[in-house]
């Protein structure tokens, strides 16, 4: 018996539109942000022009940048902008992406959520139109994540396929092994996703770079691949990183994976150096009472 199949979507078969006819719950636009500068201000500017159309109710960028030109770049293009550490402050430091994801959540007030970078080069509304048409147009879907092809931007010369390194020698390797069913999303690290906010209140949030192949490996073991679609964006471009930081980000996806397979001894990620915390999921916090959320807005 072959494994099940995992919808694919074009982004091209979406209109604003379209979608905009379909909605029926208030959206919510999370970019968690460290240091990109002009580039955040440009993914608001984009996302803004959703607003006005009246698809999306709420931008809100949360940064965790070390000095002030994002915030105020995605200040002056209309979003609503939160320090990461001012967000539930009783979980401790921030701890990277997958950590100001956690903390952005509790103060989105959509019943639908998307997360989206802010570092790409061509970043489009579209890009989110497309994410959430399919949970706008069928109410059985739960969750939809990017998919596109990656080019490596080298000299200023594009090597078309050759981009995603991590997601090619560790993520999709891993998942092939262990996880078969969430091999089947072609972009496990990729940024841009959507959801209905209750699912994502029901999965614990790896912090740093682990956030996103975790949350695949979760969500289908919680949703099943029928309730989750991938959507192809075309193509994307972002700043190529040095191969230190592309070793520090395959521990963090490594360590994340690993630890959802029952048969690797505890500790393995703490002596591999992994950032490897788990924020537990929102639902959980919020029940204990800890919560600085939009029960306390």
């Not at 940048?65 to 609503?80: F, I, Q, V």
């Not at 979980?91 to 903390?103: N, Q």
Request: aromatic share 6%.
């Amino acid at each position: 018996m072959g494994l099940p199949m995992l919808a694919t979507y074009h982004h091209s078969e979406f209109s604003a539109e379209a979608a905009l006819e379909a909605k029926r719950e208030p959206v919510s636009v999370c970019i968690p942000a460290r240091d990109t500068g002009d580039l955040a201000g440009r993914t608001v500017e984009q996302v803004m022009e959703l607003v006005e159309l009246g698809l999306v109710d709420q931008v809100l960028v949360i940064d965790g940048s070390r000095g002030t030109d994002t915030a105020a770049a995605a200040r002056a293009a209309g979003a609503e902008v939160l320090r990461e550490e001012e967000l539930l402050p009783d979980a401790g430091p921030a701890l990277g992406k997958g950590d100001a994801m956690w903390r952005g959540l509790s103060r989105c007030t959509g019943e639908l959520v998307c997360f989206v970078d802010s570092d790409l080069y061509d970043f489009q509304a579209a890009h989110v139109v497309a994410l959430l048409a399919p949970l706008l147009l069928d109410e059985a879907l739960a969750f939809t994540k990017a998919t596109y092809e990656r080019p490596l931007i080298v000299g200023g010369t594009e090597l078309r396929g050759e981009g995603g390194r991590v997601t090619e020698l560790t993520a999709r390797p891993l998942l092939e092994l262990f996880f078969p069913e969430a091999a089947a999303f072609r972009q496990p690290l990729a940024g841009e996703c959507a959801g209905r906010r209750w699912a994502f209140e029901r999965i614990p949030f790896c912090t740093g770079y682990g956030v996103e192949i975790a949350m695949i490996v979760d969500l289908v073991a919680a949703l099943g691949l029928e309730r989750m679609a991938q959507v192809d964006l075309g193509v994307r471009r972002n700043p190529n990183q040095s191969l230190r930081n592309l070793g520090e980000m395959a521990r963090d996806v490594a360590a994340a994976l690993l630890q959802r397979v029952e048969e690797v001894p505890d500790g393995v990620a703490e002596r591999a150096g992994a950032r490897l915390v788990e924020r537990p999921p929102l639902a959980e916090w919020a029940a204990r009472g800890s919560v600085d959320s939009r029960a306390a807005l």
